[in-house]
């Protein structure tokens, strides 16, 4: 049996349907360990009419004040998974290809389907920046990360959270520490994404993806900043 787990996620009737395709496209190639979260008892009843083999739960988060992609971080720190590596992957995701190759060859190393080079520089530019544009989403949240609870080490990436895999051991330390800098952010508007980044930089962890240029690396430039920075 595959040491290995899918994550999904799911709540609402649309996402309920785009979580059943996508988890048919992966089960089409072969036979893998599915857990599939829901908010709700009516949702489990839903996707148990059209998926077999599969383990679905219903856990309730309460995300209080925060925005609903809190979800996700609020909700896996409470998993405890005996599986060497773990696939979280948003319902979207539509697999054209068996994802084995891919399993093995990144099972050891934080994974991210794509990882957006940034600046760090563009971090300590801005600690000051009231009016940082609000397309930069991502570095006004680091940015007020930063200047609430500080960072040990600047990231150079911002990791894309809608399709991930991480270690068994690296599972319980990066969702925990999602969760409580989730918690620690003052700031209505948080994107998950970037904040999972910093916790990545903070534990010296350095995501893989596939591509390694990706989004052109090499063509942003890395100012000098009087701080650490993890590639």
């Not at 004040?65 to 998993?79: E, I």
Request: charge should be positive; aromatic fraction near 12%; proline fraction near 3%.
């Amino acid at each position: 049996m595959h040491n290995h787990i899918f994550i999904f996620l799911a709540q609402k009737t649309h996402f309920l349907k785009l979580c059943i395709w996508s988890v048919r496209s992966l089960q089409k190639f072969s036979y893998f360990n599915i857990l599939i979260i829901v908010d709700k008892q009516e949702e489990k009843d839903f996707l148990e009419r059209y998926l077999t083999n599969v383990e679905i739960r219903v856990i309730k988060v309460d995300t209080g004040n925060l925005n609903m992609w809190c979800w996700k971080p609020l909700l896996l720190k409470n998993l405890n998974l005996n599986y060497e590596q773990i696939i979280v992957s948003d319902v979207d995701v539509i697999w054209h290809k068996n994802p084995t190759d891919l399993l093995n060859r990144v099972n050891s190393k934080f994974w991210s389907h794509k990882i957006t080079a940034l600046d760090p520089k563009e971090i300590i530019d801005n600690l000051e920046n009231k009016k940082i544009p609000k397309r930069r989403l991502g570095l006004i949240n680091m940015v007020r990360f930063f200047n609430d609870n500080g960072i040990k080490f600047l990231p150079n990436f911002q990791v894309n959270g809608g399709l991930f895999s991480v270690t068994k051991n690296d599972f319980k330390i990066i969702s925990e520490d999602w969760y409580t800098a989730i918690k620690n952010m003052k700031y209505q508007f948080i994107m998950t994404e970037a904040i999972l980044s910093i916790v990545l930089a903070n534990r010296s962890i350095a995501p893989f993806c596939d591509e390694e240029d990706i989004k052109h690396h090499k063509k942003i430039f890395n100012g000098k900043v009087a701080y650490p920075i993890i590639k």
